[in-house]
């Protein structure tokens, strides 16, 4: 029998009546023959409603305790969707993260999937049961609560998948699959039928808010096959997978923004790569992303350091800089919000030459100005006014035609 | 240093400023220098919303999937608790049931500690750190998250206390200390001073509200001494300990009343008490709890019984006597809910003939039928109709001149 797993998000099971629709979707692909493991997210604003909690009680709380808190969130989903599924007459059984034998890394809030003992959920799926597990959450070596960061679910459901060797990873969401730009705000976007994990990895890390890019990682390393569907409608949604027929004329697939963007430029870096290579490594042992990397000799002879992070690190990168500023030699340093990233995805980059320049044509034509630039093989990433973002992606979805495809194919 | 545990239930961190308040209790037994162990409940009314989206998706959910689900609402409380101490500057750190190393029996809904291991607790006391453990749950041997039934907080924090050689056990709640009967509906009602473990017991069984007779139990047992108080007002608390003083005379030290009764009364048990054991060591196999028993010899030399039990278990304790009828030999069976029981306790009374009498004489005169009746050496109880409980109550407060005392000491 294959095992197929489905990862249900917030908004799937965001009251009682969406987690009875939920039920109704473990129970069509149950009864298909399949053994089912569920992962859940915490219902709908859940999380937000901790989080303020939280925030009325301690300016700063610590993150053992924020993943102590926000772990329950998963922990009463994956109860009431074990008693829907016993009402509609299923044996099912929840798991927590640590009781499916999820172990991490000793991280708060942000901790990485280090293994999963399966035996419990093997045992339970050969009892017929269908399985549901608390997205998002693991434990350590040391029986300490750990979550995984944003899009944490995600994670959980491909591990799984690749650990229980599933056939597939479907992942429920309020759209219907990828699309070439965010719907909210392209109207035009249109859904893509297939991605490759590359094009998904670049859409997830520019905050196509889909999926996440850990989980993305993870389904490519371990060759799971993800379908990204509609919890709500019957549409077929998009598979991401290894190999992927591009599709005629396609070279840019889609665009991809995301705001909250902070940029922190570091002034009077004496020794160069030296201490470049410290202020980053500084900032990777708290935990802090740290995105476009700009770096540039001024007039005077001294190195200057560009770099973006998102807007929620800020406060913190401010402090470990102004702690260890002596240590790491720098003079002084700025950071600036209120900034947004707007990026070009697809495969099919490399081998045509001028679409970066096409990009950086259409968006100084209209006046909106870039503030840093990043390019890979598969994309290229702007940095720009807040503000400004919507229309840039705007503008560029029409420039690279990506609505009018779906009208040709 | 002296390690405390105190308990704040429900209504002491319904709020932000309720956990406000719970915190700087907390941080004054601190400041005298003890080791602390906190214990919480869920947040005011967050067990009665979980209930309610359990019912909603679920006529009969599995006690198992109710355990997952109740076991969240410490959960968020032990975290709110840490983060708001360590505001105030206070090391603090929050663990769950398994965290903490409670172990329950392998029962569902109403589990019995089996034992603690307080390595955790200990090595984070000794670090100096606040010890925050969410009461009411635990896990059994095999990784199952368990809860601890009705005033199952309070028995976490004397057990805790036991196993913590604790000087004393201080249990916060939202009366002043244990008084001679419910204030809420007596208004004359006293505080008393002190109260032995025995006669604690038969307040807490009889539904005095304040202590769960499982928590006093083990208080008793280990010989830690209960302190009751409140967590808003600054009156001294009631001590709950071995030998107390009994005030002059003072025979009858409260009057205990709980609603929700239902009696069930089994006709033609045929050979007697071979199937009298049958019928309750079924009963006690599904873990309910009979009360009062009444066993006769009717005209036609039948045997007739009668039990009461708490109204919430009469569902399943009528699935259990259908299921079982032809096994058990019960020619048919009849319930009747609508009922209380009202009791007078003092260790006093063994001493003291004429206690029982005066009382049923008290409730005759007033017109009020006695259903059942059940005596020890400490308690007199009667099982009268729901709605004449309270006047019962206070006819028999005022009888045996409780709230004179005070005044005459």
Redesign the interface.
């Known amino acids: 029998m294959a095992i197929i797993v489905q990862k249900f998000g917030g908004t799937s099971v965001g009251n ?1 009546e969406r ?2 629709n939920t039920v109704n979707r473990i129970v069509e692909e149950k009864e298909k023959g399949n053994q089912i493991v569920v992962v859940v997210s915490a219902m709908g604003k859940t999380t937000d409603q ?1 989080v303020s ?2 925030n ?4 700063y ?2 993150k ?3 993943d ?2 926000l ?2 969130g998963e ?2 989903t ?3 969707v ?3 599924l ?2 509609k007459g299923y044996d099912a ?2 798991f ?1 993260g ?2 499916a034998g999820i172990l991490t890394e000793d991280v708060h809030s942000n901790a990485r999937i280090l293994e999963i003992h399966t035996e ?1 959920i093997v045992e339970n799926l050969n009892q017929n049961k269908i399985v549901i597990v608390a997205g998002f959450q693991g434990m350590t070596e040391n ?3 750990t979550t995984l960061g944003r899009g944490g679910s995600d994670t959980t459901a491909v591990a799984l998948a690749a650990a229980l060797h599933a056939e597939k990873c479907m992942i429920y969401t309020d759209v219907t699959g990828v699309f070439t730009s965010d719907p909210r705000y392209i109207p035009n976007a249109r859904k893509l039928q297939a991605v490759s994990y590359d094009e998904m990895l670049e859409l997830a890390n520019l905050g196509a808010g889909v999926l996440h890019a850990r989980a993305v990682e993870f389904a490519k390393n371990y060759a799971v096959p993800l379908i990204v569907c509609s919890s709500l409608e019957r549409e077929e949604g998009t598979i991401i997978e290894e190999e992927v027929a591009v599709e005629k004329n396609l070279i840019v697939r889609g665009v991809a923004f995301e705001d909250s963007i902070a940029r922190v430029t570091i002034f009077g870096l004496e020794n160069g790569f030296q201490q470049l290579s410290s202020v980053f490594t500084t900032l990777a042992n708290r935990h802090i992303d740290v995105d476009i990397i700009i770096q540039n000799l001024t007039e005077k002879g001294n190195t200057y350091l560009s770099f973006s992070i998102k807007k929620d690190d800020l406060k913190e990168t401010i402090d470990i800089l102004e702690t260890n500023q002596e240590a790491l030699g720098i003079d002084h340093f700025e950071s600036e919000t209120g900034l947004a990233k707007v990026s070009i995805i697809g495969s099919g980059m490399v081998s045509n030459p001028g679409v970066a320049a096409k990009m950086f044509e259409v968006l100084s034509q209209n006046e909106i100005a870039i503030k840093m630039i990043s390019t890979s093989e598969i994309k290229v990433s702007t940095v720009v006014d807040e503000e400004q973002m919507v229309k840039a992606a705007q503008l560029l979805h029409e420039a690279f035609e990506l609505e009018a495809v779906e009208q040709n194919i």
Chains 1, 2 share one sequence.
Do not use: C, D, G, Y
Not at 56 to 59: A, Q, V
């Open positions: 009682v987690i009875r901790l909690l939280a009325e009680l301690s300016s709380p610590s053992r305790e924020m102590m808190l772990s329950t922990q009463v994956i109860s009431l074990a008693m829907a016993a009402e059984i929840s927590t640590w009781q419990k029986n300490e609560i």
